[in-house]
């Protein structure tokens, strides 16, 4: 039997919290600045790892930096929303982050998320916060597959749900 796609635990990403107005004009472009990408609307991410932000919640956004310009990226931050009710708060180490890349990817996840991946209900580019097996989790679709983020004391946990699932025979359900 042969994996159905490939599994790997990224190395550290740049993670920073932002709460506040998102429709605020500073908060729009605090986070244009912060990392190259415009205001995701619901259950949207924009860019990638390396410079992306995704909706978490009315009031809540992920944004997502190289890890080395995370203290810069939040001196800029609250730089930038000086005056304005929000919260900035760097994340990068409470968080692990895996890759499942190749053509059933969403075989994998579907596996082990109560979520319809079927590419006409989540595409490249949508952003969910759901359960993954027993333990809380995010994940989003881009060209290669999902990436997926949960608290990294779960990470462990996590990597081996998601070998397990790559490890097993196409369902083809979502095909």
Same mark, same amino acid.
């Given at each position: 039997m042969s994996n159905l796609a490939e599994i790997? &635990?990224?190395?550290? &990403?740049?993670?920073?919290?932002l709460r506040g107005d998102l429709t605020s004009a500073k908060?729009?472009?605090?986070v244009k600045a912060a990392c190259g990408q415009g205001m995701?609307?619901?259950a949207?991410? %924009?860019?990638?790892g390396d410079g992306g932000v995704a909706w978490m919640s009315p009031d809540e956004l992920l944004v997502m930096v190289p890890y080395d310009d995370v203290a810069d990226v939040i001196a800029d931050l609250n730089?930038? %929303?000086k005056g304005e009710?929000?919260?900035?708060?760097d994340v990068s180490d409470a968080r692990?982050?895996?890759?499942?890349?190749?053509?059933d990817a969403h075989e994998v996840l579907a596996r082990v998320c109560p979520v319809d991946l079927h590419v006409d209900s989540f595409a490249i580019g949508q952003f969910r916060r759901t359960r993954l097996a027993q333990v809380a989790a995010a994940f989003w679709r881009h060209e290669a597959g999902f990436d997926v983020v949960c608290f990294r004391s779960v990470g462990d946990y996590v990597d081996g749900v998601l070998r397990n699932a790559a490890?097993?025979?196409?369902?083809?359900?979502?095909?």
């Amino acid at each position: 039997m042969s994996n159905l796609a490939e599994i790997t &635990r990224s190395n550290a &990403r740049g993670m920073i919290t932002l709460r506040g107005d998102l429709t605020s004009a500073k908060m729009k472009s605090a986070v244009k600045a912060a990392c190259g990408q415009g205001m995701p609307t619901s259950a949207q991410v %924009l860019g990638d790892g390396d410079g992306g932000v995704a909706w978490m919640s009315p009031d809540e956004l992920l944004v997502m930096v190289p890890y080395d310009d995370v203290a810069d990226v939040i001196a800029d931050l609250n730089s930038a %929303l000086k005056g304005e009710h929000a919260l900035v708060a760097d994340v990068s180490d409470a968080r692990a982050v895996f890759s499942i890349n190749g053509a059933d990817a969403h075989e994998v996840l579907a596996r082990v998320c109560p979520v319809d991946l079927h590419v006409d209900s989540f595409a490249i580019g949508q952003f969910r916060r759901t359960r993954l097996a027993q333990v809380a989790a995010a994940f989003w679709r881009h060209e290669a597959g999902f990436d997926v983020v949960c608290f990294r004391s779960v990470g462990d946990y996590v990597d081996g749900v998601l070998r397990n699932a790559a490890q097993a025979s196409k369902v083809g359900a979502l095909d």
